[in-house]
């Protein structure tokens, strides 16, 4: 990505230094304030790479997957700083910004060249809508996902505390609900792009495999409460599901002659 690199940089360094005051000086507000604003210029900064790279483009940046995961680099540690300021979890931002680095790094390492030019099935007015959507759904079921492997390391540590797992359900509700959208918006732009609402297309038969196991992990939830380890095995199959489904359906070969190969990167 041209100039990626260097708002990279800014952007871990902020995320470094803003992790490290926080933790190191948790217990002295004043001091801990200073590592939550190095967290939140960060983030601003990435949304406005994001906003910059649009206008240049004249597009918006979700054309590849390189550009989704700017997207997502943006929602995992926005979403990480508005849990831990709702429920006060103190462990928040150092797995969901340390997810968002995973990305920033990514892209470092796999730079894109980016063109304005959108091939005709992209310009329809789904396309945003529609990917956007999904990258959101994403990053809170990443966020879901953090809870999960939580209370499995809190399970074999014989100390669960039950209070994650309600805030990992609402956060599923939330996600499971954007992702429904995502569904449906997919459906309705590919009606106007290939004439079909939906294929069988690998990319979609992944999705709806997705879709499932989040409605199995509701259902299973409402059902059997007590059964908490089987819950976030679940929780936890089902992303590792997800990311096959966003980029690694990419690399099967069933998926070459997928009508989304437009989306590698």
Known sequence: MVGYKYIALIILVLWILGLSTLYLFFSRKKIRLIGELFLITGVLISVLYITLLWINLERAPLKTLGETRLWYSFFV???GLIIYYRWKIKWMPLFSFFLAGVFVLINVFRPENFDKALMPALQSVWFVPHVIVYIFAYALLAVSTLFALKGL???????????LLDIADNIVYIGFAFLTF????GALWAKEAWGHY???DPKETWAFLTWLLYLLYIHFR?????????????LSIAFIILLICWFGINYLPSAQNSVHVYSNG
Not at 153 to 163: A, E, P, T, V, Y
Not at 182 to 185: K, M, Q, V, Y
Not at 222 to 234: A, D, P, T, V
């Open 182 to 185: 995502g569904l449906l918006f």
């Open 77 to 79: 540690p926005l979403l």
């Open 198 to 200: 939906w294929t069988w």
């Open 222 to 234: 409402h059902r059997h409460k007590e059964r908490i380890k089987i819950s976030l095995w679940i």
């Open 153 to 163: 390391w809190q399970i074999q540590n014989k100390r669960f505390d039950n209070s």
